[in-house]
């Protein structure tokens, strides 16, 4: 089979069909970025195309209530400063990970009613100047461009308004929780449909929504159908609207949820965690000819390269089959992963992934 662009590889794998390989791709840490600079990677080398991974862009639009954001304090080791979702948070310089959240704008029902007359359409909410200098250069690469969402339980309980309000906010007033889901969803398809009537398309979108932890999920199937389940069909429907694909990031273990992922059309799942629980194989037995699957290598066992080599060839050559498998960790790179081990684990992914 003659050699494909990245783009082409993808989209016959969103099509459940064969390419020349899978495509590869995946998410280093910034720590982790700056080890590979250590150990040769050149300063300003896009690690994707050192590696020869399949490019896959991400195109981010600002759809917060766009609060004044400010320095509160910084050091050697750390910064705090305040987010345009109204969040107070402390992030370390040298050291992957999330930020530690310490304050929230919007606590209730009536602050976020006060958050929600910001949350209007403008032109600042798009970063026109980056677009107009690398779009071409995408298209022109074979990239996999992706509409970067986020709404739903995810950007509201961590940016939003705190994980143990959130969870509370579930069960004594759904509604509020409701609002906040549709309010964030209204806000990107109306960023997004600006961007693509100004000629900015893209392949697919993607929103990251975090519905599980180890052995469980933060809301019961009921509550997720009930609250939440109908706001994703929106969105996905959106993108079929527009002839394009819709990819959930949904870290932890979100098995009992698969279902109805696949219920409302959702094209692709992401990253198939499988320290939290998710098991690739049994996924694609059932559903691998109506969902895409990507990601499942355990970034955990990484740094023992041997126990990783192990698990892509028990993985890669079954969820390959029949296309509908995009190659990747089962979260991101994490610094523990040096360049060499990372260049072993592309080599081996080409070769575990070619249709030859």
Not at 21 to 28: A, H, L, M, S
Request: a negative charge; proline letters at 5%; charged letters at 25%.
């Amino acid at each position: 089979m003659a050699k494909m662009t990245p783009h082409e590889r993808y989209l016959r794998m969103y099509r459940h069909q064969l390419a020349d390989r899978v495509p590869i791709t995946d998410g280093p840490w910034n720590a982790t970025l700056t080890r590979w600079k250590k150990e040769g990677m050149p300063e300003n080398a896009d690690w994707q195309e050192y590696f020869g991974t399949d490019p896959h862009v991400y195109i981010f639009t600002d759809a917060s209530p766009q609060y004044p954001t400010k320095v509160i304090e910084e050091t050697d080791e750390y910064r705090v400063h305040t987010t345009e979702w109204g969040a107070t948070i402390k992030n370390w310089k040298s050291a992957g990970g999330v930020p530690e959240f310490l304050n929230f704008t919007i606590t209730d029902p009536d602050t976020w009613r006060a958050a929600k007359k910001r949350m209007t359409l403008n032109r600042s909410r798009v970063n026109w100047d980056h677009l107009k200098a690398n779009y071409k250069t995408w298209r022109e690469k074979g990239a996999w461009l992706e509409g970067y969402f986020w709404f739903g339980f995810d950007v509201t309980h961590s940016w939003t308004i705190g994980t143990e309000r959130m969870l509370m906010a579930l069960v004594e007033d759904p509604e509020w929780c409701v609002d906040m889901f549709n309010t964030f969803l209204d806000l990107n398809i109306a960023v997004f449909d600006m961007m693509w009537e100004a000629g900015y398309t893209f392949d697919a979108i993607n929103w990251p929504d975090d519905l599980g932890f180890k052995h469980h999920q933060f809301m019961s199937a009921d509550m997720y159908r009930e609250l939440l389940k109908p706001v994703m069909k929106r969105a996905v429907d959106w993108a079929h609207s527009k002839g394009i694909y819709a990819r959930l990031h949904s870290c932890g273990n979100v098995m009992p949820f698969v279902p109805d992922f696949v219920e409302i059309g959702i094209d692709c799942l992401n990253p198939l965690e499988v320290k939290a629980g998710m098991d690739p194989l049994a996924l694609k037995k059932q559903y691998g000819d109506k969902l895409v699957l990507h990601g499942g290598l355990n970034a955990a066992i990484w740094h023992e390269f041997d126990k990783f080599e192990a698990e892509m060839r028990r993985l890669i050559p079954v969820l390959k089959q029949n296309g509908g498998y995009i190659c990747s960790s089962d979260h991101s790179v994490p610094s523990a992963v040096s360049l060499e081990t990372f260049r072993r684990t592309v080599e081996l992914a080409k070769k575990l992934g070619s249709y030859e």
